[in-house]
């Protein structure tokens, strides 16, 4: 329910769910998700933690960084791409967002995905000039999704670099599979 973007009836079902004696560890990590989307933070980090504390196995804390160092990782990225590549980038506004906000995930069709990474909006550039429904461009990148991936402070580091030359990549106008054969899936 959460990835199909039905939050109240996920949250309902959530609820259900961690009422019983026996509720699942996943029964607290959707309920992090969803406290995150409410904009809780805290209250979805405990239950992040709490989850990592009944199954360290399958489940660890989010990595944290505050926005200003989540935007300084960001824009060391951008430094690294070859001069080409950051000069197609400047063309682009880089918008950091907690998680996608419904209007932008409803927008995607049937490809939502409430736990993206990042998200190229626009008209990728080669079609600039055969298009006649040009919108502007943007690459998002949600810091709270990327925060829920990464193993460590470095791993993070290193996804918000690919998840960045991803998006660009599909601004160039590659796709998945070229991505992936990039390395950058």
């Not at 196995?57 to 935007?71: A, G, M, N, T, Y």
């Not at 791993?155 to 998840?163: A, G, H, M, N």
Request: hydrophobic share 40%; aromatic share 8%.
């Amino acid at each position: 329910l959460f990835r199909q973007c039905r939050f109240d009836d996920a949250r309902r079902e959530c609820d259900a769910s961690l009422a019983s004696e026996r509720a699942p560890t996943d029964a607290h990590v959707v309920r992090g998700l969803l406290l995150e989307r409410a904009g809780d933070f805290a209250g979805a980090d405990a239950c992040f933690a709490h989850a990592a504390d009944l199954d360290p196995d399958r489940f660890r804390e989010p990595v944290r960084l505050s926005r200003r160092e989540f935007d300084a990782q960001v824009r060391l990225a951008a430094r690294k791409l070859p001069r080409q590549f950051r000069r197609h980038l400047e063309r682009v506004p880089v918008i950091v967002q907690d998680v996608p906000a419904l209007e932008l995930l409803n927008g995607l069709g049937d490809e939502f995905d409430p736990e993206l990474l990042g998200l190229f909006d626009g008209t990728p550039l080669p079609d600039t000039a055969s298009s006649t429904d040009l919108r502007p461009n943007y690459i998002y990148l949600f810091q709270r999704n990327l925060e829920r991936t990464a193993r460590d402070r470095e791993d993070l580091i290193e996804q918000i670099s690919i998840t960045l030359y991803h998006e660009l990549g599909h601004y160039l106008g590659l796709d998945e599979d070229e991505l992936d054969e990039m390395g950058l899936g």
